[in-house]
């Protein structure tokens, strides 16, 4: 895994309309001292930090790249993106764990499924700085895949060491799409921990998963309505085995583009899972992506939202599909950090 900060990528201008995102105009790789190069098999951009003045800011990445051979010992990462930023070739000294003196966890220790959510510890490693632990995670049937694993405040991912010390999960890079070969990576990032520390527990208080379900229609009559004024729909849905309602819906203008909003009502948190949204939206059966809102409290949807094209007609039909839910632990993991000889 590689984290990246680049200074002086050009922002998009909010007023020219629709632009390639910053980080889809940087391409990334590894070369290694015999040549071998490496693709990301997976990235994601954590934002940008803007100076408004010249309309340029520092883009914030993470990167994960397949497995180096264990005999590397230097990596290249070059980076190429458009004028001002251009080509950049930055050489990594490589050090062996054992070498560099730092505390490695043994792969594959920790795991155990609830809910049908399987986690496992891949890796653990901590230096003086930080303690940080990869997740793997799996679904099984009717559970497509997982999306992500804790959340925010007593949601958050939590270390026990073994002398009964906490700590909180610091602010990372979130993981949004599921790794090749069906699993999710998770990479959490805890304090690091004192010297005198053998093993860990890591407590997991949630995971949001995505669930295959039958599909369900919500016909909107748009007409005679206004921008900004309810459409009253008073629409019970059954999504899977989620209960649902859409009470209205209405159309919106966002930066003079014409949307139709839906309202939501997901019901209640129950003991093992609960709808926080959905995975897939079609209007009149096309995919042109869609919007969420979230309630900040508890972090169900309160409303999605489709582009609403010119000409469409006197009604609209939205298609929901897939369940998001958030199923409930804990899970709890054992991270044993001494190295393969700690007993």
Do not use: C
């Amino acid at each position: 895994m590689v984290r990246v900060e680049i200074a002086g990528v050009p922002v998009p201008d909010p007023g020219a309309g629709p632009q390639t995102p910053p980080g889809a105009q940087l391409q990334m790789l590894l070369r290694d001292e015999r040549g071998r190069t490496y693709q990301p098999i997976r990235y994601v951009w954590g934002g940008m930090a803007v100076r408004p003045t010249d309309r340029v800011g520092t883009l914030h990445g993470e990167l994960r790249f397949s497995p180096l051979d264990l005999e590397v010992r230097m990596v290249t990462v070059a980076v190429e993106a458009p004028e001002p930023v251009g080509a950049w070739a930055v050489e990594v000294p490589l050090v062996p764990t054992e070498t560099a003196g730092l505390s490695a966890g043994r792969p594959g220790i920790g795991e155990t499924a609830r809910n049908g959510v399987a986690i496992r510890i891949a890796s653990a490693i901590a230096d003086r700085q930080r303690t940080a632990i990869q997740l793997e995670a799996r679904g099984t049937s009717p559970i497509r895949f997982v999306r992500g694993l804790g959340g925010a405040g007593q949601q958050a991912l939590v270390l026990r060491d073994d002398q009964g010390r906490t700590y909180r999960e610091l602010p990372s890079l979130p993981q949004v799409w599921p790794d090749r070969g069906g699993a999710y990576l998770q990479d959490a990032v805890f304090p690091a921990l004192p010297q005198d520390v053998r093993s860990a527990e890591l407590l997991i208080p949630v995971a949001v998963v995505e669930e295959d379900t039958d599909e369900v229609k919500v016909s909107v009559p748009i007409a005679a309505a206004r921008v900004g004024e309810p459409i009253p729909l008073n629409v019970s849905l059954q999504l899977g085995p989620y209960q649902l309602r859409a009470p209205s819906a209405r159309i919106v203008d966002q930066r003079g583009q014409r949307r139709l909003s839906l309202d939501l009502e997901l019901g209640s948190r129950n003991e093992e899972r609960t709808l926080v949204g959905v995975g897939r939206v079609w209007l009149n059966g096309q995919d042109r992506g869609f919007q969420a809102q979230s309630d900040g409290g508890s972090g169900q949807w309160s409303e999605l939202s489709v582009e609403l094209p010119d000409g469409i007609g006197d009604s609209v039909v939205l298609t929901l599909k897939q369940a998001r839910a958030a199923v409930n632990g804990p899970w709890r993991l054992e991270v044993p950090l001494g190295g393969p000889d700690s007993q």
